[in-house]
């Protein structure tokens, strides 16, 4: 995992006591931890009383965290123990089962492919928000599922429908520019020794 600058910020403002930058940390990792609970198939009540365990042990060993770069592997760990934790006070783990083999959850994702795609997923996030408001709403329509069509963005939005196709590549390109998915392009990039990135495909 990178060292992210902002994460770095957010972790050191977090130990000092700022609620502000201790909301903004839930909020970047929470999606990371709720997609573990699901993998373990847990309802929203066990998730629920999962992700407030976890956040308070954060709490708690957030001064021993002494490289940010890790504080998302460390939520994962908490969240897995957790989730079989809350599995075994339910009953849900028949006695010849170990914690072995429910270490990896159903659908076995690498630990590090799972932390970079949740790395993805909030810088996805972040980079939406710097777009201007229109390229937001455009793009949101053409992304609901099912898609909205064309005469239903045109009436939404005010704009011929001739010129919606044009106006979601312009909106793709500042996307793909954006600071926040610089990295991950880069790093894709890299890794596919040039040509077109995986993130660039999904977002074509």
């Not at 910020?9 to 502000?20: I, K, Q």
């Not at 989730?83 to 009953?91: D, N, Q, T």
């Not at 159903?106 to 996805?124: K, P, Q, S, T």
């Not at 005010?158 to 312009?170: E, F, K, Q, V």
């Amino acid at each position: 995992m990178r060292d992210d600058p902002e994460v770095i910020a957010l972790v050191v403002a977090a130990r000092n006591g700022d609620s502000g930058a201790w909301n903004a940390l839930v909020e970047r990792y929470a999606p990371l931890m709720w997609s573990t609970c699901r993998a373990y198939r847990l309802d929203a009540a066990d998730a629920e009383d999962v992700g407030q365990t976890v956040w308070l042990k954060l709490i708690e060993h957030l001064p021993d965290i002494r490289t940010p770069a890790a504080l998302p592997g460390w939520i994962l760990t908490a969240t897995r123990r957790e989730c079989l934790r809350v599995l075994r006070i339910a009953r849900r783990i028949r006695p010849d089962e170990t914690v072995g083999d429910l270490a990896e959850p159903d659908d076995r994702v690498d630990l590090d492919e799972r932390l970079l795609a949740g790395e993805r997923n909030i810088a996805m996030r972040a980079a939406f928000g710097q777009l201007p408001p229109r390229c937001q709403h455009l793009l949101s329509l053409l992304m609901q599922d099912p898609p909205a069509s064309y005469s239903v963005v045109s009436s939404r939005l005010g704009i011929p429908t001739g010129s919606i196709g044009p106006n979601r590549a312009r909106c793709l390109d500042r996307l793909r520019h954006c600071p926040a998915l610089a990295a991950f392009i880069d790093d894709a990039s890299d890794t596919t020794g040039g040509g077109e990135s995986r993130e660039q495909r999904n977002l074509a």
